[in-house]
């Protein structure tokens, strides 16, 4: 085993290259699974194996930004203002990039850009925490879907 079996979970972009594909869906399977870190360092490998694949670009600023498990007011001033760089150089290479992507990628990427603050939030002092952006999510070409459950049939 040269990785760990993630499952099958794939999302195709818009690269050549196999090993760029194989290391963006690692990537988002490590971000959906809140391990962010190591989504980043997927998401690297994939620009390395394809450094014209706008998607893996969009997947570093999608993983380096706020989630649940670190919201904005965890980072400290310093992680806040690099991961702020962070996020929008590689929002820039993605949004670069946007000839050799599909509009749906093309989507993602301006809502990503949308999604961080120009600059580090600055921290209020009336509650101490900073604003929060929309998350950066990937767009898809489909209408959302509205799911029904069924109704109790529980008897009195």
């Keep these: 085993m040269d990785y760990y079996n993630l499952g099958t979970l794939t999302r195709p972009v818009s690269t ?7 290391w963006f869906d690692r990537g988002l ?7 962010h870190e190591e989504a980043v ?6 620009v390395t194996a394809d450094p014209g694949c706008a998607m893996a670009h969009w997947g570093i600023a999608y993983a380096l930004g706020p989630n649940y498990n670190k919201p904005w007011e965890f980072f400290d001033e310093a992680d806040l203002r690099r991961t702020v760089e962070r996020t929008h150089a590689a929002v ?4 670069a990039l946007r000839d050799g992507a599909t509009s749906t990628e ?8 949308h999604a961080i603050p120009p600059r580090a939030p600055r921290r209020t002092a009336r509650s101490g925490t900073s604003p929060t952006p929309m998350p950066c999510v990937p767009c898809t070409n489909s209408r959302p879907t509205t799911r029904t459950s069924p109704r109790s049939t529980r008897t009195r």
Excluded: K, L
């Design 41 to 46: 360092a997927c998401f690297e490998s994939a």
């Design 106 to 113: 093309r989507a993602s990427s301006r809502r990503c850009a």
């Design 29 to 35: 399977v490590w971000s959906y699974a809140f391990h």
């Design 16 to 22: 050549r290259s196999p090993d760029a594909q194989r």
């Design 92 to 95: 820039e290479r993605a949004h």
